[in-house]
């Protein structure tokens, strides 16, 4: 079992910037790629980033390319999302999830956190 916790989520202006790191806990950190997923209300859930377990690769959504960072510390069992130039479309509860593939699928993520609100609106 991994369990993960998300935090740093917030309201933040148009522009402005936000990071969110996911703790885990349980079994091997690193034995796992980490994706950073949202859902917005009324939307389904969408892919975001995912990061692999040694952080030699990652892959990005269009809409978040260039403007947010994912990044991984082995060591203190964290993954953290850096949002900047924030839109109010990125508005959306942000999910991280812990998966043996390094996917940007849903269904290839087995565990996964609680979320954390994210809100842009000045």
């Known amino acids: 079992q991994v369990q993960l916790v998300e935090s740093g989520g917030g309201l933040v202006q148009p522009g402005g910037s936000l990071r969110l790191s996911c703790a885990a806990s349980?079994?091997?950190?690193?034995?796992?790629?980490m994706g950073w997923f949202r859902q917005a209300p009324g939307k389904e859930r969408e892919f975001v980033v995912t990061?692999?377990?040694?952080?030699?690769?990652?892959y990005y959504a269009d809409s978040v390319k260039g403007r947010f960072t994912i990044s991984r510390d082995n060591a203190k069992n964290t993954v953290y999302l850096q949002m900047n130039s924030l839109k109010p479309e990125d508005t959306a509860v942000y999910y991280c999830?812990?998966?043996?593939?390094?996917?940007?699928?849903?269904?290839?993520?087995?565990?996964w956190g609680q979320g954390t609100q994210v809100t842009v609106s000045s």
């Open positions: 999830a812990a998966s043996t593939y390094y996917s940007g699928s849903s269904p290839h993520y087995e565990y």
């Open positions: 349980g079994r091997t950190f690193s034995s796992y790629a």
């Open positions: 990061i692999s377990r040694s952080a030699d690769r990652t």
